[in-house]
């Protein structure tokens, strides 16, 4: 597998990053299934992995921990904080409070004595970004973090912050992992761009936006998109955004044929094959469905095919919105009305 470099840490990885959002109750219960699939990612070359400590109430952290015994110095290791972790609305987000205790739940439940890349899950609409900067400087001045990063950030946020790093002397962002996909391209517009300008790696999630590119939902299919997890216009299937997402599949499944690939290896590649993305985030939550993302690694996609992608979702548009999950409070129609008296 070709390693690539993580902005300008020095750092390489693979091109596809490991999620570990299915190991636990939210999705594989099994603990020794999923430390197989771990140990499998890892032989296969994959050397990232990505977790978060809300992943099912902290068992995915656990679970990660666990399978990387013996092996954790040939990972490099990502996690995230902000959301909530119990009914106290101080324990979530990003105030020093918060982090400072949080970090050391992590560590324990991942078993090591530091982790990679700390990352903001979410950004805070009522948190001073040097609040969470000054924290996290903290704790990679203490050597239980090596790098930080930032999750689901607008453009502006993502200059906002590198501004306050520089300003105040503080540890910068050095990742932004944003939802990406090509069904979801909004971030080609401003988030690339920023990224590529600050020097920043790129971890994308979503690569198959989440599950419409699996082939698992068609046209023709008896059953149409749920979600436990995520319910809403995501899935409303009489959207007429989402009746086109279901057009679009068709003609990529067909485009993947003619190609030699399979619908998930299309969509896969496609994203890695952005010359700003540095990994895409795959979360399996089965052995096989792991096998079916590995290939995509191998995947070169010639301009005639990206040619042909770009006809049917152009660049920087997202089929729909709804899809948007990165700027929160900045991005909806209803943040940009302006307000009454």
Same mark, same amino acid.
């Given at each position: 597998?070709?390693?690539?470099?993580?902005?300008?840490?020095?750092?390489?990885?693979?091109?596809?990053?490991?999620?570990?959002?299915?190991?636990?109750?939210?999705?594989?219960?099994?603990?020794?299934?999923?430390?197989?699939?771990?140990?499998?990612?890892?032989?296969?070359?994959?050397?990232?992995?990505?977790?978060?400590?809300?992943?099912?109430?902290?068992?995915?952290?656990?679970?990660?921990?666990?399978?990387?015994?013996?092996?954790?110095?040939?990972?490099?290791?990502?996690?995230?904080?902000?959301?909530?972790?119990?009914?106290?609305?101080?324990?979530?987000?990003?105030?020093?409070?918060?982090?400072?205790?949080?970090?050391e739940n992590s560590l324990r439940r991942l078993?090591?004595?530091?982790?990679?890349?700390?990352?903001?899950?979410?950004?805070?609409?009522?948190?001073?970004?040097?609040?969470?900067?000054?924290?996290?400087?903290?704790?990679?001045?203490?050597?239980?973090?090596?790098?930080?990063?930032?999750?689901?950030?607008?453009?502006?946020?993502?200059?906002?912050?590198? +501004?306050?790093?520089?300003?105040?002397?503080?540890?910068?962002?050095?990742?932004?992992?944003?939802?990406?996909?090509?069904?979801?391209?909004?971030?080609?517009?401003?988030?690339?761009?920023?990224?590529?300008?600050?020097?920043?790696?790129?971890?994308?999630?979503?690569?198959?936006?989440?599950? +419409?590119?699996?082939?698992?939902?068609?046209?023709?299919?008896?059953? #149409?998109?749920?979600?436990?997890?995520?319910?809403?216009?995501?899935?409303?299937?009489?959207?007429?955004?989402?009746?086109?997402?279901?057009?679009?599949?068709?003609?990529?499944?067909?485009?993947?044929?003619?190609?030699?690939?399979?619908?998930?290896?299309?969509?896969?590649?496609?994203?890695?094959?952005?010359?700003?993305?540095? #990994?895409?985030?795959?979360?399996?939550?089965?052995?096989?469905?792991?096998?079916?993302?590995?290939?995509?690694?191998?995947?070169?996609?010639?301009?005639?095919?990206?040619?042909?992608?770009?006809?049917?979702?152009?660049?920087?548009?997202?089929?729909?919105?709804?899809?948007?999950?990165?700027?929160?409070?900045?991005?909806?129609?209803?943040?940009?009305?302006?307000?009454?008296?």
């Amino acid at each position: 597998m070709e390693y690539r470099s993580l902005g300008r840490t020095g750092v390489r990885v693979s091109p596809l990053c490991l999620g570990a959002m299915m190991f636990g109750p939210w999705g594989n219960d099994d603990r020794a299934d999923c430390t197989r699939i771990i140990h499998r990612a890892l032989d296969a070359g994959i050397n990232f992995v990505d977790t978060a400590d809300v992943y099912s109430g902290g068992a995915s952290e656990e679970i990660v921990g666990g399978a990387l015994s013996g092996r954790r110095d040939d990972v490099f290791l990502a996690t995230r904080f902000f959301m909530p972790m119990s009914e106290d609305p101080n324990q979530r987000g990003g105030s020093r409070r918060w982090i400072i205790r949080e970090v050391e739940n992590s560590l324990r439940r991942l078993n090591t004595d530091h982790i990679d890349l700390y990352q903001v899950h979410r950004p805070s609409p009522d948190t001073d970004v040097e609040e969470t900067l000054g924290a996290l400087t903290d704790l990679v001045r203490q050597g239980k973090i090596r790098y930080i990063g930032s999750s689901s950030y607008s453009g502006s946020q993502i200059v906002e912050a590198q +501004w306050a790093s520089k300003a105040r002397n503080l540890e910068r962002f050095v990742t932004e992992q944003p939802p990406y996909s090509i069904l979801v391209r909004g971030i080609e517009e401003d988030i690339l761009p920023a990224v590529q300008r600050h020097g920043m790696g790129t971890l994308t999630y979503s690569p198959l936006a989440g599950g +419409w590119l699996s082939g698992r939902w068609r046209k023709d299919s008896a059953s #149409a998109p749920t979600s436990s997890a995520r319910p809403g216009a995501r899935f409303d299937m009489t959207s007429p955004a989402n009746q086109r997402k279901l057009d679009i599949v068709e003609e990529l499944a067909q485009l993947a044929e003619q190609a030699g690939l399979t619908l998930i290896e299309l969509a896969i590649a496609f994203v890695i094959n952005h010359p700003g993305v540095t #990994a895409a985030i795959v979360g399996p939550r089965t052995m096989e469905q792991l096998g079916s993302y590995l290939p995509a690694a191998e995947v070169t996609l010639p301009t005639e095919i990206l040619d042909r992608i770009d006809k049917l979702v152009a660049p920087g548009v997202t089929v729909n919105p709804d899809d948007n999950s990165y700027g929160a409070h900045e991005l909806t129609p209803l943040a940009r009305r302006r307000s009454r008296p």
